[in-house]
């Protein structure tokens, strides 16, 4: 949820104390427009930055969809103050969501050329403060969340493993957690794959293997495990992913998607002519 | 300034309702640690969401140095379940602002081979809620912060000038204002330039002109007015940085330090080779 | 995560503009002592407000244990003043927390008399505010939390079904969510569990179903998806939980483990007499 | 005073981070119905909770009102994704609230049986967070919210007359506190009673004495302070009420009517059969 | 309370996004002397900007003690930097709480020469945020804080006595406030004022009169409800408390001690000479 | 930028848990009326208290006017509960602002006997949380807010310059700072004044200085340093104004403008004679 105070803490950013610039009267409309082609995202976040100023404001793009240069992904009219005022707010969260879901879509098309079911996901590699818009935009590009914070999924890792071995820390993680909660199991040698399998494992982390590697381990698990999900992660970049995505995973995580997009290029007109 | 309610929005956040993986006991060392090379930044920040957690917490590296794969940046020491809750925070944190930092290296490193003098500034396209740690990275990488939000400086804009004419446009900022704070103007047609600085502009604005149009509209204003600060701005990469710092401007603002940066990759290794 | 700006919320309520009732210098000792037999909980949430009036705190009884009429489960010492201020609304805290805990605790003792697996889980029908205290003092008292909030886990309702048909419903929800997350069908006849099931469910949600019924619907799941988990919910009493812990479910939820719970009775002693 | 933070704080708490439920489009309409008979309360925090979220709301029960299974008490109208959003924290807080006032009006009715004149009054022991809404749960089961805060009225307790000697107490948090501040004064030895009237007491607590003590006592303050109040207190229970009633006593306080009324029980259920 | 969520907004409000000014290393002390006579206040809260910003302080006079010009009130020691980012906010703090402990002090004083027994109070006329500190500053300065919200305490004002009548007004409010609370009668006609103490008023507020009328319904209402406490209000300056001090009222209340106070002057000094 | 937040926190300031004096069904009208004659400022803050509790709200007189005693600034319109709850916070933000702009009125026009050109300027001896409105009743009583915080300006202390000396002090600052901010430097010695001009001082503030002292100093920058601004500055009062004035100075600055004003007396009058 993005709330009122969120907003309000995000406006008083860019204001400050006493903003002399946009000291105007009247009314003016406005509009958001794409310089360059790409995936929209952000949308309802730079809506609700208007709204909260009492701008009327429509969307006038779908979440997700493809845009080009020029096409106008929202509209707004009102006080001409006020709408000076959230511009630079409205345009940053758009553009940096608009930029990740068109880095995902970049990535899941490039998937796709390869597999129609690999799916893409992001990882806790958020921007502090915009993690539900980050996990959004991921979802406008086509993309899969991953796991939204530390309550949301159990992750036995490496270390758990090796203190207790793999069958006793998935054992010890199905008690402390909830029923509703999965398991994922991080593996760095796939030998322990099955086993992982086999101890009740709802997904398995294939964590920085080459992809031929990632592929003997897929084929291991889905033998046996064709329930079980597997994930391969660490470091793949867009270039990786036609040869991650040959191997049969399931899931390819990213955390390049959030932290290294680079924005979507927007800029706000007003009726008059401001911007 | 970093909040303690900031910090504990960002912990919230990322670990929500009722965490399970790190329901450890005991004592642990940790140190976040460069895989890359670059310019350190957010390390501040990054040690004040351990120290939120009661964490002992040193930083290793200078805000600002150039850093390489290896080099620990910041170490602690402190509850294991509370170094695991706050890693990734603080990962993000620094990671986030070391790519800045970086990213404004690397342009400034670029002015440097041509000018001396000209400096490499930032815009208000930060990410919403991080302006601070931002405009912080950008110094941190030898750059300058340019306006902080609205109320530090006043820009005068192409419609403003197109409204009220230049010199009136100059003169009803000059009487809102402050004495204190400084006043740029926009040009986006060269003739105008001298006009400004005429009319008591601090600071002219040359948006998105061409290097050589640019340098041109220098020139007229040094040889009348030595004491105007010239700006060049819109949409200046990396690569058309030799070309406009060869023009002779004072500043050139770049959007993209900010809202295009990549991260920089750390990795946070606890004591006992957990992460 | 209980946040320092929650627990100066949660003082400031208590105390008002100027209390002049606890105008008392020195220092001094005290204890939480249970006044009737029970499940400890709450203790780290009561001690952090101890923490952040900067009084130290001590819980001398583990969260989830069962401790006895005059057992002291937290002890303090500080300013005589601070001790007073925080009191009232670490007992509350403690007091509220304990008593779900033990209201758990006799839930799943009285299913264990039946079954050793049936779990006791928690609902979304939580105090507001209070949402992750409670789900741990549901765990305290040996239950499970459910999930933690819409974003944790997915939810068919009836009307989806009635909408969709049961497959398309659980398509749709599977495409929209990620692969973290599980999905449950919620179905009032019994007659859909096994299309739920067929259709890739992982928890089925038999609502407001007599027992008998209920062991009807989880015989015919369990014969053909066996890894498929079952449970019951509506309106069930503690006087409930042995006929539905014979049926076989996996888990069955109660509502009132959080909103019908009576308070621990626990009373706050200081070390010269005074309460 | 109920805040939009408050409020916003609360849905955040139950939506998480990305709520894939409720992707609806469309509007519907709602009604929050009374599954048992009780007494309403609540109902203005529960259409507050609508309100933020710009759904039109109105309540179909008075405040204080009893009510029948199968009454509505608020009906609402809106974006469906919106209402259901909104539903559990609202039902949470109407069922919290009126299992309150319910409480409230069982013992005050009980009361009612035995004296005219006699008050039904809360304590301190409310739920963090909910001070102000309880407390208005109280009155609309026809209770005395007591004090609100420990600023609203000045409490001389047993150990304060320990240390001072009853009138010395009096005088000193007379001197404290402000005119328009009533002063109660605890007295577990009845003896004490008219010493505390004499001295200045608006209120004289009668801590833990049984009711043939309690009736003496009243007796003794009456006949010399009839302008006195006299509180009983300690641990009474519903089915004590009668005979504490009877001793003449003009408030009875009891810490349950807060810490441990069972909800009532209320569903909410949208036009289209949705809930 | 003053929060560490209110001292954060406070310095962040001084601070701004980037502090240039005091990137200053080492440890320094600093002093906050008195330029002027008067009476210390605010000292609390200036510690506790200090406090939360990690410096040692040590407050040397007490709260409500006389100083004269040169005195040292408070003093601290801590990291440069964070030493002068307190400064400022603490300085505007002691200087405001204590100018209207001195201006209180000398109303107190100026009533003192005619009664040993008028109290002099505030009113709900204080600075937004601010309410707490100013009501202790008037208690440090030998006032009464008078009510310190509308919770606090019930006041019948003349448009209820308009409407209902003076009696019924009166059973209004006693029955829909708490036993807690008192309740004061607004009179402007002093007829009025012996039917409020016989209907049950616990205060009557005699507003707007001069002083002989002022006598006269003092003498009215003490003679025949001795235990009724009668204040005076409405635009009272200092000079015109001699003559109210003499009519016998008990309280005189008077908004300027808030809203007009003259701030009491001064300086701040660090070890090494800063300021 | 006066956030709903900050709304919230201030009428919950003043309103307390349960208030139960403005218990009254119904619509009114509201006025507020002035009750002696200054200038208008804070109009907007107190609109907002109103519109925050969704009162329609018109200010019948424009920020900064001059008003006469019986002028109406703002009329409302609403439910009667919901204007007596925000009347009280309403009236404080206006009367508070409005006295500061009546006394930055009276300096300004008393230096205008002197002088066309002298700007009066506050300081930030603002009261904490006020920042913002006390800087707009400024500039509404004809005045210069001065730097808004730290951020906003760099100021060059007496300290640095015994540092390290005045060029050097200069230096250091220019090279920490942006382009984009000025840098006045204090000096107590006029000596310093020529070489703090020559250094690159933007504005240079002579501290405590005798006006012909001042007169002197002045006539040395301006002989040499046209542009640079000179403020004249430490404990200046009302009186000394003239002789100050007279200097030639540019700006005088006065912290007694925002923490010694007197308020405004403002009332306010419900249609039906409520108060």
């Not at 008083?12 to 958001?32: F, M, P, R, W, Y």
């Not at 998937?111 to 590699?125: D, I, L, P, W, Y």
């Not at 329930?227 to 660490?234: I, K, P, T």
Request: proline share 3%; glycine share 10%.
């Amino acid at each position: 949820m993005l709330t009122d105070s969120t907003i309000e803490r995000w406006l008083a950013e860019d204001v400050g104390h006493h903003d002399v610039n946009n000291q105007v009267s009247g009314e003016t409309t406005g509009k958001l427009v794409a310089k360059e082609s790409g995936v929209a995202a952000g949308l309802d976040a730079a809506a609700a930055v208007f709204d909260y100023l009492d701008i009327d404001c429509d969307t006038t793009a779908e979440t997700g969809c493809r845009i080009s240069a020029g096409d106008c992904v929202l509209s707004v009219e009102g006080h001409t103050r006020d709408v000076l005022r959230g511009e630079r707010v409205a345009v940053n969260l758009a553009g940096h969501a608009s930029g990740i879901a068109t880095k995902t879509r970049k990535a899941v098309d490039t998937v796709r050329e390869v597999s129609e079911n690999v799916q893409v996901a992001g990882t806790r590699k958020t921007t502090p403060g915009l993690r539900s818009i980050e996990k959004r935009a991921i979802v406008a590009g086509g993309g899969d969340t991953h796991r939204l914070d530390l309550s949301h999924m159990m992750m036995v890792k490496d270390n758990h493993v090796a203190e207790m071995g793999i069958e006793e820390a998935i054992r010890q993680f199905r008690k402390r957690g909830s029923f509703t909660t999965k398991i994922e199991v991080e593996v760095e040698d796939p030998v322990r794959a099955p086993r992982a399998a086999q101890a009740g494992a709802d997904i398995i982390l294939l964590d920085n293997m080459p992809p031929e590697e990632t592929s003997r381990a897929v084929d291991t698990i889905q033998a046996d495990y064709p329930d079980v999900l597997v994930e391969a992660s660490g470091g793949i970049t867009i270039e990786d992913l036609p040869a991650y995505a040959a191997t049969g995973v399931d899931v390819i995580s990213m955390g390049s998607l959030t932290h290294s997009a680079e924005m979507l290029d927007y800029s706000f007109r007003t009726g008059d002519g401001r911007s």
